[in-house]
């Protein structure tokens, strides 16, 4: 693993060491419409683990569960040891926990560097943790730096990902949760946006819970899987044993 920067490393070691994500047992949905299932899921310290699952499995629904967008009807949600049930998604951000929701998560009509500040607020109201600073982010996406007065709405489906995902670093997260981050990619971009996105984790040394349609790729850049169907979870395995369940077809 690549050792995060100067600049990073007290923020590392600073990480309190239970920062871990750990569902267990979750029952949630929108109002009588019950999507999840006592799902359970862990994503350990500095770990990124892939969410798999077919068009409607509860994917996005679990992602909303963690980040406090919707409440869940039953079961826990730890992060760093602490229940995060009940505590909604602006304290969720404060506590380290960053969605960068399905489709388009920026706001057009802002400028990037705009966008980005909007991170920083989030981060700003945060306690116990060294901050992300946007030099540092643009340094891991330079593409950015020199746009940062043109408006978000002006990119590409690909740099507007990338704005999204910078936006998100900047709240400082100890946990980052990226729902389809490659949607609207060229086929050629998808692994870099992959590969990316596992750079970032390893300079910042952060968990990543990650959500594909892109199954191979998302695999190649994670150590560990799970397999949503229906709104329950059907499987768990190490990513490079995944591809070789018997079942994998039936699966998706
Ligand atoms: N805001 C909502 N209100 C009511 N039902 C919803 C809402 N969002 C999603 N659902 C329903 O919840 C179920 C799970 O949807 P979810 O978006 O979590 O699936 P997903 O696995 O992310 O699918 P996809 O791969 O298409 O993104 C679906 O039946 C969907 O219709
Ligand atoms: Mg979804």
């Known amino acids: 693993m690549t050792e995060p920067r100067d600049g990073h490393r007290a923020a590392v070691q600073t990480m309190s060491p239970g920062a871990a994500l750990e569902v267990r047992g979750v029952t949630a949905g929108y109002g009588a419409h019950t999507v999840l299932r006592d799902v359970s899921l862990t994503v350990r310290e500095r770990e990124v683990v892939s969410l798999l699952g077919h068009n409607g499995a509860g994917k996005s629904t679990l992602l909303r569960a963690v980040a406090g967008v ?22 969720v951000a404060q506590d380290g926990i960053a969605l960068v929701p399905q489709g388009r998560g920026v706001f057009p009509n802002l400028t990037i560097g705009e966008n980005l500040q909007l991170g920083g607020g989030i981060a700003r109201r945060a306690t116990g943790r060294e ?48 729902d389809e981050p490659s949607t609207g ?21 952060i968990g990543v819970l990650i959500v594909e349609q892109n ?14 169907r229906l709104g329950e979870m059907v499987r768990e395995r190490p990513a490079s044993a995944l591809l070789d369940d018997p079942d994998i077809w039936d699966l998706f």
């Open 70 to 91: 919707i409440g869940v009807e039953r079961g826990d949600i730890d992060f760093g040891g602490m229940s995060q049930i009940g505590h909604g998604s602006a304290r």
């Open 131 to 178: 901050k992300v600073s946007m030099d540092f982010v643009l340094d891991l996406f330079p593409a950015l730096s020199s746009r940062l007065h043109e408006d978000a709405g002006t990119l590409s489906g690909g740099q507007q990902q990338m704005v999204a995902i910078a936006t998100a670093l900047m709240t400082s997260p100890r946990l980052l949760l990226l």
């Open 185 to 205: 990619l060229a086929p050629v971009l998808v692994q870099t946006m992959l590969d990316q996105i596992r750079s970032v984790h390893q300079e910042l040394g």
């Open 215 to 228: 199954i191979h790729e998302a695999l190649r850049v994670s150590d560990r899987a799970y397999v949503l």
